[in-house]
């Protein structure tokens, strides 16, 4: 909370295209609060490719600071191919992403796939199959493959090489994505699917055990159903609005949304938020918003880029951080609108005349 007592929001903008779709966001979060309708100290900081070439270091101390003190994160995007090259292995952009999700323990990764009307024929699968579609993946974010020990190269006895990655789930770290995803269950269709492969994985075996142990503890109003997750793949194109919410590990978290991203038609649109644990006394939780795409080098700095999966991602943080679910209608209204008036930018159009960043950012905040 900033000093005023108002909320503090810090904006990333990042590289590529990030300064240019957060501006976009930044527009829409001061319309409400010129128009009265919320309150917050809005604050900006560089991390990434940008930061690592200003100060030599992908998130310097002082950001992370500011971000361990504000009350939600707006990122845009971090990484260019420049950076591959020219950065140190541990001075890369995405470092910066990484250490922010480890230092402020976002372990809750959610990412809605929604097919707006106006999309609908952006889809790869059938318009029967995607439209109306809303679901949500939960993916535990920070433990499982990607962060277990042993890991690297082992010599073998005849000084040959393997890699060993690790995976492991603590108990712990199990049933705080378990619990976010059964609150969320509540407040939406009450149907969960957790996806494991709990029959040739201990931990896809334990996972399923602790899910339906806080099932029967705490939440038997909500309908769970235990999928193995390639079987969870395979449904995911076959027929995708069966599903809800998919509570899922690290991995398999990674390769789901990336599955539900494509069934919306565009990565331009996707939004996501990854959140800490909320504090019973004072209600705090950390929280970073971001697009689920990249700092898309290859149009940045034309001011070309699609601003929505930000705008939406801003609609999220109203939602979860602020429990302003007015405000994030009135945003997803806005752009569902703007869509439905054969408005696009490049990334969408079809045979739509594209629009700029800037101008799709007009848009939006007319429609509010
Ligand atoms: P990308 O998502 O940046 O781009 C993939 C394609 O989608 C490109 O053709 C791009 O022009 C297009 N695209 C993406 N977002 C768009 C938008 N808002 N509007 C219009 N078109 C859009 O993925 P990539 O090319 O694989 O990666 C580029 C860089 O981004 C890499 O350095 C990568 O490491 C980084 N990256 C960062 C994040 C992040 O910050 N969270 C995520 C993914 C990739």
Redesign the pocket.
């Known amino acids: 909370m900033a000093s005023d007592d108002k909320p503090a929001i810090l904006l990333l903008a ?5 300064p240019e ?1 957060v501006t976009q966001a930044r527009r829409v979060l001061e319309a409400f609060i010129k128009q009265g309708d919320f309150v917050a100290t809005i604050s900006d900081a560089q991390v ?2 940008v930061a690592w070439l200003e100060e030599g270091d992908p998130l310097p101390e002082h950001v992370l600071a500011q971000a361990k003190e504000a009350d939600a994160i707006l ?7 420049r ?2 090259l020219e950065a140190p292995r541990d001075k ?3 470092v910066a ?1 990484l250490r922010l999700r480890k230092e402020l323990d976002l372990f809750a990764n959610l990412r809605p796939a929604k097919c707006f009307k106006a999309l609908v024929d952006a889809s790869s699968l059938k318009p029967e199959l995607v439209q109306g579609l809303d679901l949500l993946i939960v993916r535990e974010l920070s433990a499982g493959v990607y962060f277990g020990k042993p890991r690297g190269e082992e010599k073998m006895p005849d000084g040959s090489s393997r890699w060993v990655d690790t995976q492991a789930y603590s108990e712990a770290e199990i049933v705080r994505i378990t619990d976010v995803a059964f609150e969320l269950a509540r407040q939406r269709r009450a149907v969960l699917h957790s996806a494991d492969k709990a029959n040739v994985m201990e931990t896809g075996y334990f996972w399923r055990k602790i899910v339906s142990e806080r099932h029967k503890k705490k939440f038997s109003e909500v309908t769970l159903n235990h999928i193995l997750a390639d079987n969870c793949a395979m449904q995911l194109v076959r027929e995708p609005k069966q599903f809800d919410i998919i509570l899922t590990d690290n991995l398999f978290g990674d390769l789901l949304s990336d599955v539900a991203a494509m069934l919306t038609g ?3 649109m996707l939004a996501s938020a990854s959140l800490g644990t909320r504090d019973e006394k004072s209600g705090r939780q950390n929280a970073l918003y ?10 940045a700095g034309k001011g ?7 705008i939406l991602s801003l609609a999220m943080m109203l939602r979860i951080s602020f429990e302003r679910e007015d405000l994030a209608s009135r945003v997803e209204n806005a752009v569902e609108t703007a869509l439905m008036r054969g408005l696009r ?4 159009a079809i045979s739509e005349k594209p629009i700029s ?1 800037e101008a799709m950012g007009d848009a939006i905040i007319a429609e509010l």
Do not use: C, K, W, Y
Request: net charge negative; aromatic share 2%.
């Open positions: 990042g590289d590529g295209i990030g779709i990434g490719g990122l845009g995007a971090v990484g260019a191919p950076f591959d890369r952009p995405e992403l565009s990565l331009g971001e697009p689920v795409h990249g700092s898309a080098p290859d149009i070309i880029a699609n601003p929505l999966a930000t930018t490049a990334d969408i960043s």
